[in-house]
T-cell receptor
Framework: SQQGEEDPQALSIQEGENATMNCSYK?????LQWYRQNSGRGLVHLIL?????REKHSGRLRVTLDTSKKSSSLLITASRAADTASYFC??????????FGQGTRLTINP | DGGITQSPKYLFRKEGQNVTLSCEQN?????MYWYRQDPGQGLRLIYY???????QKGDIAEGYSVSREKKESFPLTVTSAQKNPTAFYLC???????????FGAGTRLSVL
């Protein structure tokens, strides 16, 4: 079952611009995580936000969580060509399992 | 060089054949996971194991089998009962007290 839905499915911006991706989910969660996947590779963890947190920062990444709306957003500031990848949100509801969204394909144009 | 190693990188299956995908980790992680990813899609959980000699079905376990005889190893067998096995398979592991999963580089399985 896919808990999360991501929006947009694809995003293309110019280098230096900010990129925002959104994730919605259906049930109560313990935490929400964002992962990055370069084409044909494994996933790399970016950031985790717990259900009692509203905002978290890591370098050029900013994540927000609104549990009342069951949604999260990932903001990448000052984008670089190397940020081109697919980005997935994943929710943990318990039992040490993650449920992944379908991802946003981000393309940064030089 | 610590991490999760998946092999082979590419695998081809003939009709009616069982194939086994290898996943080994030297991170001393307790939990291990197998996911399937179809083109342009997210990850779907096949099986997971939280301790040695124990594993649970995920959302799409039919046509797959696993074993967890050692902490470091969690092989996945794609059986002939899996009629549409072509996909990218990802293995992950996790420390018991952490929430983050660490992923291997994946195995791409195709049908001949």
């Amino acid at each position: 079952s896919q808990q999360g839905e991501e929006d947009p499915q694809a995003l293309s911006i110019q280098e230096g611009e900010n990129a925002t991706m959104n994730c919605s989910y259906k049930t109560s969660i313990n935490n929400l995580q964002w992962y990055r996947q370069n084409s044909g590779r494994g996933l790399v963890h970016l950031i985790l936000i717990r259900s009692n947190e509203r905002e978290k920062h890591s370098g050029r990444l900013r994540v927000t969580l609104d549990t009342s709306k069951k949604s999260s957003s990932l903001l990448i500031t000052a984008s670089r060509a190397a940020d081109t990848a697919s980005y997935f949100c994943a929710t943990e509801t318990g039992a040490q399992k993650l449920v992944f969204g379908q991802g946003t394909r981000l393309t940064i144009n030089p | 060089d610590g991490g999760i190693t998946q092999s082979p990188k590419y695998l081809f299956r003939k009709e009616g054949q069982n194939v086994t995908l290898s996943c080994e980790q030297n991170l001393n992680h307790d939990a291990m996971y197998w996911y399937r990813q179809d083109p342009g899609q997210g990850l779907r959980l096949i099986y997971y194991s939280q301790i040695v000699n124990d594993f649970q079905k995920g959302d799409i376990a039919e046509g797959y089998s696993v074993s967890r005889e050692k902490k470091e190893s969690f092989p996945l067998t794609v059986t002939s009962a899996q009629k549409n096995p072509t996909a990218f398979y990802l293995c992950a592991s996790r420390k018991a007290e952490e929430n983050i999963q660490y992923f291997g580089a994946g195995t791409r399985l195709s049908v001949l």
